[in-house]
């Protein structure tokens, strides 16, 4: 009995000068590169991990697309601005491949981690909103540019040639795949299901796309049909990259650089907020 309270004592002793550990959130001053950079990584590789095509899938669409136009239609067409048809069409070709895979990589990221319950891994790690969106925004543009280039290679044989201005073409781009980055996180957020979303990039993208200046010239429209061509922000998009990559533009190129980098930046600003508050993530 003795030696036990006397274990007793010792044991009581010890606790009472043993240091005191308390639990606290680990605190991280500046930007978490680390965690910015495992989001950018996650991003990317689920991206290529889960589309086994993604690469080859938009480069074989614009390779039968320019076959076929050269097959059915050849030299029938005149040339648009002093370029041949093909020459015209293939940077619109490419920036729209580009920009379609950063709304898609981010839009489907949302979505998909919605249903599967993983976002919380996401919210929950030491990342405030701008790191966040800085992940999912520079995985979707790195997606984008490696679907963009494929496309340029392919249609080098059918016109696509070197940019004539290279610091323009890389505006373009990069603006481009961050605007359609950030669009695709801010439907993702807000759709709970696939057709949800679907609806978006139908109804939504889909029209901006095909009504952006890529097959043919504004020249060729009357008005109103001008006008609402010039209120479209991917027409500015593949007009500022068609220009950078032949020298031929529909519109002034400093409007363009100023509608896309004014789209870019009040998306920014919507989509920071949207995930500052957890839109319809947070329970």
């Known amino acids: 009995m003795m030696l036990l309270a006397e274990a007793s004592r010792e044991d009581t002793s010890r ?58 239609v050849g030299s029938r067409i005149a040339e648009i601005g002093g370029l041949p048809f093909l020459e015209f069409l293939a940077p619109g070709l490419v920036i729209a491949a580009a920009v379609q895979r950063s709304f898609e990589s981010t839009a489907f990221s949302m979505v998909h981690e919605k249903l599967e319950g993983t976002i919380a891994d996401v919210f929950g790690a030491p990342l405030n909103a701008g790191e966040i969106l800085t992940g999912y925004t520079i995985g979707a543009m790195v997606t984008g540019i490696c679907i963009g280039l494929p496309v340029w290679l392919v249609l080098l044989p059918f016109g696509a040639g070197l940019p004539v201005h290279v610091a323009v073409m ?19 957020m807000q759709s709970h299901r696939w057709d949800s979303l679907a609806a978006k990039e139908t109804f939504v993208l889909a029209p901006l796309l095909f009504l952006s200046g890529s097959f043919f010239t504004i020249d060729a429209l009357d008005e109103p049909f001008r006008t609402m061509m010039m209120a479209n922000p991917v027409f500015h998009l593949v007009n500022g990259f068609r220009y950078a990559m032949t020298g031929y533009a529909d519109a002034p190129v400093w409007v363009s650089v100023t509608v896309v980098g004014g789209l870019a930046a009040i998306l920014c600003v919507v989509a920071l907020r949207l995930v500052a508050v957890g839109y319809k993530v947070k329970a």
């Open 170 to 188: 890389v505006y373009f781009l990069l603006t481009g795949c961050v605007i359609l980055a950030l669009f695709g996180l801010i439907a993702g």
């Open 15 to 72: 606790r009472r000068t043993a240091p005191k550990i308390t639990l606290a959130a680990r605190r991280i001053s500046g930007l978490n590169t680390l965690g910015v950079a495992t989001l950018i990584w996650r991003q990317v590789v689920a991206e290529f991990l889960a589309f086994k095509l993604v690469l080859l899938g938009p480069a074989l669409q614009a390779l039968l697309f320019a076959l076929v136009i050269s097959l059915a």
